[in-house]
């Protein structure tokens, strides 16, 4: 079956660097978008990135343009998401997920596989 597993989160200190990954196995995904959200507690989830597995066209949220990116590694399987200059507000559980559609959509409800999350803590 579809699996998504990321890694990658920890605890930084603000200004700090952290790279999540997420590993996809169960299916091809080069037809697929891959996206990455999160969810502070008490706030619902939030889009943050996505990239298409055959061209790589990317799409950031604006909180985090400039100090995220997103990219992909083809024949792992594997998309990353490299988190620069990090800040307190970027504290929150983070999500990998996968959109047959690819569709390039910033809402959860277009995509179709998830994993189970990774803490990241941003501390100030």
């Known amino acids: 079956q579809v699996q998504l597993v990321e890694s990658g989160g920890g605890l930084v200190q603000a200004g700090g660097s952290l790279r999540l990954s997420c590993a996809a196995s169960g299916r091809t995904f080069t037809s697929y978008a891959m996206g990455w959200f999160r969810q502070a507690p008490g706030k619902e989830r939030e889009f943050v990135a996505v990239?298409?597995?055959?061209?790589?066209?990317?799409y950031y949220a604006d909180s985090v343009k400039g100090r995220f990116t997103i990219s992909r590694d083809n024949a792992k399987q594997t998309v990353h998401l490299q988190m620069n200059s990090l800040k307190p507000e970027d504290t929150a559980v983070y999500y990998c997920a996968a959109d047959r559609g690819a569709t390039m959509s910033s809402l959860p409800s277009r995509y179709d596989y998830w994993g189970q999350g990774t803490q990241v803590t941003v501390s100030s």
């Open positions: 990239i298409t597995w055959t061209t790589a066209i990317t």
